[in-house]
Protein backbone atom coordinates (compact mmCIF):
# COMPACT_ATOMS: atom_id res chain seq x y z
CA UNK A 1 0.00 0.00 0.00
CA UNK A 2 1.58 3.20 -0.92
CA UNK A 3 1.76 5.82 2.05
CA UNK A 4 -0.77 8.01 2.83
CA UNK A 5 0.01 11.59 2.16
CA UNK A 6 -1.75 14.32 4.33
CA UNK A 7 -5.05 14.69 2.23
CA UNK A 8 -5.29 11.08 1.46
CA UNK A 9 -5.29 11.46 5.80
CA UNK A 10 -7.98 13.94 5.49
CA UNK A 11 -10.14 12.35 3.29
CA UNK A 12 -10.30 8.67 4.92
CA UNK A 13 -13.07 6.85 5.91
CA UNK A 14 -13.43 8.17 9.70
CA UNK A 15 -16.57 7.03 11.35
CA UNK A 16 -17.66 10.12 13.27
CA UNK A 17 -16.43 12.83 10.37
CA UNK A 18 -19.50 12.05 8.97
CA UNK A 19 -17.23 10.96 5.42
CA UNK A 20 -19.79 9.73 2.78
CA UNK A 21 -17.44 6.89 1.64
CA UNK A 22 -17.64 5.14 4.88
CA UNK A 23 -19.95 2.16 4.80
CA UNK A 24 -20.96 3.04 8.76
CA UNK A 25 -22.54 6.34 7.88
CA UNK A 26 -26.03 4.95 7.07
CA UNK A 27 -25.71 2.49 9.96
CA UNK A 28 -25.21 4.59 12.72
CA UNK A 29 -25.55 8.62 11.64
CA UNK A 30 -28.90 9.44 10.68
CA UNK A 31 -30.27 5.83 10.26
CA UNK A 32 -32.85 4.99 8.17
CA UNK A 33 -35.43 3.53 9.87
CA UNK A 34 -36.48 -0.19 9.37
CA UNK A 35 -40.06 -1.72 9.57
CA UNK A 36 -41.41 -1.50 12.67
CA UNK A 37 -39.20 1.49 13.96
CA UNK A 38 -42.72 3.36 13.88
CA UNK A 39 -44.75 0.60 16.64
CA UNK A 40 -42.21 0.91 18.82
CA UNK A 41 -42.25 1.59 22.53
CA UNK A 42 -40.16 4.17 23.47
CA UNK A 43 -39.66 6.33 27.20
CA UNK A 44 -37.76 9.51 27.12
CA UNK A 45 -36.15 10.49 30.86
CA UNK A 46 -34.44 13.19 32.28
CA UNK A 47 -32.55 11.54 35.02
CA UNK A 48 -31.48 13.71 38.20
CA UNK A 49 -27.99 11.69 39.19
CA UNK A 50 -27.65 13.78 42.16
CA UNK A 51 -26.78 13.83 45.19
CA UNK A 52 -24.09 11.11 43.54
CA UNK A 53 -23.23 13.18 40.19
CA UNK A 54 -23.81 17.16 39.82
CA UNK A 55 -25.68 16.35 36.08
CA UNK A 56 -28.61 15.65 35.10
CA UNK A 57 -28.48 13.14 31.57
CA UNK A 58 -31.22 12.57 28.53
CA UNK A 59 -31.75 9.16 27.57
CA UNK A 60 -34.57 6.78 25.50
CA UNK A 61 -35.04 3.64 26.33
CA UNK A 62 -36.77 1.83 23.53
CA UNK A 63 -38.92 -1.72 24.40
CA UNK A 64 -39.04 -0.43 27.95
CA UNK A 65 -40.82 -3.55 28.96
CA UNK A 66 -38.19 -5.75 27.23
CA UNK A 67 -36.01 -7.84 29.67
CA UNK A 68 -32.53 -8.15 27.92
CA UNK A 69 -30.68 -4.50 28.55
CA UNK A 70 -28.65 -2.96 26.25
CA UNK A 71 -27.35 0.53 26.56
CA UNK A 72 -25.67 2.22 23.47
CA UNK A 73 -23.43 4.73 23.74
CA UNK A 74 -22.86 7.01 20.80
CA UNK A 75 -19.48 7.90 19.50
CA UNK A 76 -17.43 11.14 19.09
CA UNK A 77 -19.23 13.87 20.15
CA UNK A 78 -22.08 12.71 18.96
CA UNK A 79 -25.50 12.35 20.82
CA UNK A 80 -29.33 10.74 20.76
CA UNK A 81 -30.41 13.13 17.71
CA UNK A 82 -27.90 11.37 15.48
CA UNK A 83 -27.00 8.23 16.71
CA UNK A 84 -30.82 7.14 17.65
CA UNK A 85 -31.82 5.91 14.34
CA UNK A 86 -29.42 2.82 15.08
CA UNK A 87 -30.93 2.04 18.39
CA UNK A 88 -34.09 2.22 17.25
CA UNK A 89 -33.38 0.07 14.45
CA UNK A 90 -31.54 -3.03 16.99
CA UNK A 91 -34.93 -2.40 19.05
CA UNK A 92 -37.34 -2.95 16.12
CA UNK A 93 -35.23 -6.39 14.77
CA UNK A 94 -35.19 -7.69 19.13
CA UNK A 95 -38.13 -7.23 20.87
CA UNK A 96 -36.57 -9.17 23.80
CA UNK A 97 -33.99 -6.46 24.37
CA UNK A 98 -34.80 -3.09 25.96
CA UNK A 99 -32.61 -0.58 24.06
CA UNK A 100 -31.74 2.22 25.76
CA UNK A 101 -29.31 4.90 24.35
CA UNK A 102 -28.14 8.52 26.61
CA UNK A 103 -26.64 11.58 25.47
CA UNK A 104 -23.19 11.81 27.70
CA UNK A 105 -22.53 15.12 29.68
CA UNK A 106 -22.14 18.30 27.87
CA UNK A 107 -23.98 16.76 24.90
CA UNK A 108 -27.47 16.46 22.80
CA UNK A 109 -30.15 17.02 25.87
CA UNK A 110 -27.80 16.30 29.09
CA UNK A 111 -26.29 18.61 31.43
CA UNK A 112 -23.30 20.32 31.68
CA UNK A 113 -20.72 19.54 33.83
CA UNK A 114 -16.73 19.89 32.99
CA UNK A 115 -15.70 18.08 36.35
CA UNK A 116 -12.34 17.41 37.58
CA UNK A 117 -11.39 14.07 35.75
CA UNK A 118 -10.87 13.27 32.20
CA UNK A 119 -14.41 13.18 30.04
CA UNK A 120 -14.23 9.62 29.90
CA UNK A 121 -13.78 9.08 33.35
CA UNK A 122 -16.68 11.56 34.26
CA UNK A 123 -19.03 9.96 31.89
CA UNK A 124 -17.87 6.33 33.02
CA UNK A 125 -19.01 7.66 37.02
CA UNK A 126 -22.38 8.94 35.44
CA UNK A 127 -22.64 5.81 33.36
CA UNK A 128 -22.57 3.45 37.05
CA UNK A 129 -24.74 5.83 38.47
CA UNK A 130 -27.44 5.74 35.80
CA UNK A 131 -27.33 1.87 35.53
CA UNK A 132 -28.17 1.81 39.16
CA UNK A 133 -31.12 4.23 39.01
CA UNK A 134 -32.68 2.39 36.26
CA UNK A 135 -31.94 -1.10 37.90
CA UNK A 136 -30.39 -2.56 34.69
CA UNK A 137 -27.14 -3.92 35.57
CA UNK A 138 -25.69 -6.26 34.62
CA UNK A 139 -26.46 -5.13 30.93
CA UNK A 140 -24.59 -5.73 27.56
CA UNK A 141 -23.09 -2.50 26.26
CA UNK A 142 -22.54 -1.16 22.66
CA UNK A 143 -19.89 1.86 22.31
CA UNK A 144 -19.15 3.41 19.30
CA UNK A 145 -15.07 4.22 19.39
CA UNK A 146 -15.23 7.03 22.18
CA UNK A 147 -18.53 5.84 23.28
CA UNK A 148 -16.81 2.45 23.97
CA UNK A 149 -13.92 3.98 25.51
CA UNK A 150 -16.58 5.22 28.16
CA UNK A 151 -17.82 1.53 28.14
CA UNK A 152 -14.40 0.55 29.35
CA UNK A 153 -13.41 2.79 31.73
CA UNK A 154 -16.90 1.47 33.20
CA UNK A 155 -16.31 -2.26 33.15
CA UNK A 156 -12.83 -1.19 34.75
CA UNK A 157 -13.97 0.62 37.98
CA UNK A 158 -17.60 -1.25 37.93
CA UNK A 159 -17.22 -4.53 36.18
CA UNK A 160 -20.66 -5.88 38.17
CA UNK A 161 -22.11 -3.46 36.10
CA UNK A 162 -21.19 -5.13 32.79
CA UNK A 163 -22.06 -8.28 31.08
CA UNK A 164 -20.97 -7.87 27.34
CA UNK A 165 -18.74 -5.48 25.43
CA UNK A 166 -19.88 -4.57 21.39
CA UNK A 167 -17.19 -2.44 20.58
CA UNK A 168 -17.97 -0.90 17.20
CA UNK A 169 -15.10 0.17 15.81
CA UNK A 170 -11.90 0.28 18.48
CA UNK A 171 -10.10 3.74 18.26
CA UNK A 172 -6.46 3.70 18.35
CA UNK A 173 -3.41 4.41 16.85
CA UNK A 174 -0.76 7.69 16.89
CA UNK A 175 -2.71 9.21 14.02
CA UNK A 176 -5.95 9.29 16.31
CA UNK A 177 -3.74 10.37 19.26
CA UNK A 178 -3.16 13.03 17.15
CA UNK A 179 -6.38 13.84 15.00
CA UNK A 180 -9.45 13.38 18.23
CA UNK A 181 -8.02 15.13 20.61
CA UNK A 182 -7.17 18.65 18.46
CA UNK A 183 -10.67 17.78 17.20
CA UNK A 184 -12.34 16.99 20.05
CA UNK A 185 -10.88 19.34 22.92
CA UNK A 186 -7.63 21.28 22.32
CA UNK A 187 -9.14 23.68 19.39
CA UNK A 188 -10.28 25.68 22.08
CA UNK A 189 -7.69 26.21 23.63
CA UNK A 190 -6.10 27.67 20.85
CA UNK A 191 -9.11 30.12 20.04
CA UNK A 192 -7.60 33.51 21.86
CA UNK A 193 -11.22 34.46 21.35
CA UNK A 194 -12.50 32.48 23.93
CA UNK A 195 -12.33 34.45 26.81
CA UNK A 196 -15.71 34.38 28.13
CA UNK A 197 -18.68 31.62 27.94
CA UNK A 198 -20.89 33.57 25.51
CA UNK A 199 -18.36 33.09 23.19
CA UNK A 200 -18.05 29.30 23.82
CA UNK A 201 -21.66 29.02 22.68
CA UNK A 202 -20.66 30.77 19.60
CA UNK A 203 -18.52 27.75 18.63
CA UNK A 204 -20.00 25.20 16.36
CA UNK A 205 -20.56 22.40 18.68
CA UNK A 206 -22.17 24.96 21.63
CA UNK A 207 -24.19 26.94 19.28
CA UNK A 208 -25.96 23.61 18.33
CA UNK A 209 -26.36 22.18 21.98
CA UNK A 210 -28.04 25.63 22.60
CA UNK A 211 -30.30 25.52 20.04
CA UNK A 212 -31.05 21.92 20.55
CA UNK A 213 -32.03 22.95 24.59
CA UNK A 214 -32.85 26.44 24.11
CA UNK A 215 -32.83 28.83 26.57
CA UNK A 216 -32.69 26.76 29.43
CA UNK A 217 -29.66 24.63 28.07
CA UNK A 218 -28.23 28.60 27.25
CA UNK A 219 -28.55 29.62 30.99
CA UNK A 220 -27.14 26.50 31.85
CA UNK A 221 -23.86 27.35 29.41
CA UNK A 222 -23.67 30.72 30.85
CA UNK A 223 -23.59 29.27 34.18
CA UNK A 224 -20.26 27.68 34.00
CA UNK A 225 -16.70 29.09 34.43
CA UNK A 226 -14.82 29.76 30.96
CA UNK A 227 -11.68 28.92 32.66
CA UNK A 228 -13.09 25.58 34.30
CA UNK A 229 -14.22 24.72 30.81
CA UNK A 230 -10.80 25.38 28.99
CA UNK A 231 -8.88 23.19 31.87
CA UNK A 232 -11.39 20.36 31.08
CA UNK A 233 -11.04 20.46 27.27
CA UNK A 234 -6.50 20.62 28.14
CA UNK A 235 -7.19 17.55 30.89
CA UNK A 236 -9.44 15.64 28.48
CA UNK A 237 -6.81 16.37 24.91
CA UNK A 238 -3.80 15.42 26.91
CA UNK A 239 -5.01 12.52 28.21
CA UNK A 240 -6.36 11.40 24.73
CA UNK A 241 -2.85 11.97 23.61
CA UNK A 242 -0.81 9.95 26.12
CA UNK A 243 -2.02 6.91 24.59
CA UNK A 244 -0.34 7.22 20.80
CA UNK A 245 1.67 4.22 21.42
CA UNK A 246 -1.46 2.07 22.96
CA UNK A 247 -3.86 -0.23 21.32
CA UNK A 248 -6.46 2.23 21.97
CA UNK A 249 -7.17 5.34 23.31
CA UNK A 250 -8.18 5.48 26.99
CA UNK A 251 -6.59 2.74 28.17
CA UNK A 252 -3.26 1.57 28.62
CA UNK A 253 -2.91 -2.42 27.58
CA UNK A 254 -2.24 -3.39 30.90
CA UNK A 255 -5.62 -1.93 31.67
CA UNK A 256 -7.04 -3.40 28.73
CA UNK A 257 -5.92 -7.09 29.70
CA UNK A 258 -7.21 -6.52 33.32
CA UNK A 259 -10.37 -6.47 32.31
CA UNK A 260 -13.02 -8.38 33.34
CA UNK A 261 -15.73 -8.92 31.05
CA UNK A 262 -17.06 -12.59 30.47
CA UNK A 263 -17.55 -11.63 26.64
CA UNK A 264 -16.11 -8.84 24.26
CA UNK A 265 -17.13 -8.52 20.55
CA UNK A 266 -15.42 -6.40 18.47
CA UNK A 267 -16.68 -5.33 15.27
CA UNK A 268 -15.09 -3.29 12.13
CA UNK A 269 -16.70 -2.12 9.05
CA UNK A 270 -13.83 -3.97 7.09
CA UNK A 271 -12.50 -0.96 5.12
CA UNK A 272 -8.39 -1.66 5.51
CA UNK A 273 -7.80 2.30 5.10
CA UNK A 274 -9.09 3.98 8.76
CA UNK A 275 -6.43 5.55 10.20
CA UNK A 276 -8.52 6.27 12.87
CA UNK A 277 -10.09 2.72 14.08
CA UNK A 278 -7.11 1.09 12.62
CA UNK A 279 -7.75 -2.93 11.88
CA UNK A 280 -4.40 -3.91 13.68
CA UNK A 281 -5.06 -2.21 16.68
CA UNK A 282 -8.97 -4.28 16.93
CA UNK A 283 -6.49 -8.06 16.39
CA UNK A 284 -4.08 -5.65 18.97
CA UNK A 285 -7.11 -6.13 21.47
CA UNK A 286 -8.50 -8.98 20.84
CA UNK A 287 -5.11 -10.43 22.65
CA UNK A 288 -5.26 -8.45 25.52
CA UNK A 289 -9.40 -8.77 26.10
CA UNK A 290 -10.26 -11.54 27.28
CA UNK A 291 -12.63 -13.70 25.76
CA UNK A 292 -12.77 -11.04 22.82
CA UNK A 293 -13.54 -11.93 19.21
CA UNK A 294 -13.31 -9.87 16.19
CA UNK A 295 -15.45 -9.61 13.72
CA UNK A 296 -16.20 -7.72 10.38
CA UNK A 297 -19.67 -5.90 9.42
CA UNK A 298 -19.86 -3.37 6.93
CA UNK A 299 -23.71 -3.39 7.46
CA UNK A 300 -26.76 -3.29 9.56
CA UNK A 301 -27.65 -7.16 8.85
CA UNK A 302 -24.68 -8.38 9.11
CA UNK A 303 -24.37 -6.27 12.62
CA UNK A 304 -27.69 -7.50 13.46
CA UNK A 305 -26.61 -11.09 13.05
CA UNK A 306 -23.46 -10.91 14.99
CA UNK A 307 -25.00 -8.70 18.08
CA UNK A 308 -28.04 -10.00 18.46
CA UNK A 309 -27.61 -13.55 19.59
CA UNK A 310 -24.18 -12.31 21.23
CA UNK A 311 -26.23 -10.09 23.56
CA UNK A 312 -28.78 -13.16 24.29
CA UNK A 313 -26.10 -15.32 25.21
CA UNK A 314 -24.43 -13.52 27.75
CA UNK A 315 -26.76 -10.85 29.04
CA UNK A 316 -28.89 -11.71 32.13
CA UNK A 317 -32.58 -11.89 31.47
CA UNK A 318 -34.00 -9.44 34.14
CA UNK A 319 -36.62 -10.68 36.64
CA UNK A 320 -40.51 -9.39 35.37
CA UNK A 321 -41.44 -6.55 37.97
Not at 164 to 180: C, D, M, R, S
Not at 265 to 277: K, S, T
Request: proline content about 7%; aromatic content about 8%.
Amino acid sequence: MAEANTNDVEEDVTLFKSASNNSYYPVYFNALPEPGVDELECEKLSVDLRPERDVTLYLEIYNPQARIPLIVTPGGMGEIDGFGGFARNVAAHASDLKVIIWDRRNMGRSGINFGSEPLSMEEAEDLHVLIDRLGVGPAAFYGMSSGARSNMVLAERYPEDVATFVIAPLTGGPLAAEQLPEEYYLKYLRDDSLTSMEEVAKTPLWAAYVERNGNEGFEELMRQDVSEFLAAMKRAGEHLQSFGQKTTLGMTDEQLAALSVPATLILHHGQEVDYLHPIPNSRAATTLLQNSTLKFAPTLEPILELILPFIREHTPTQPTL
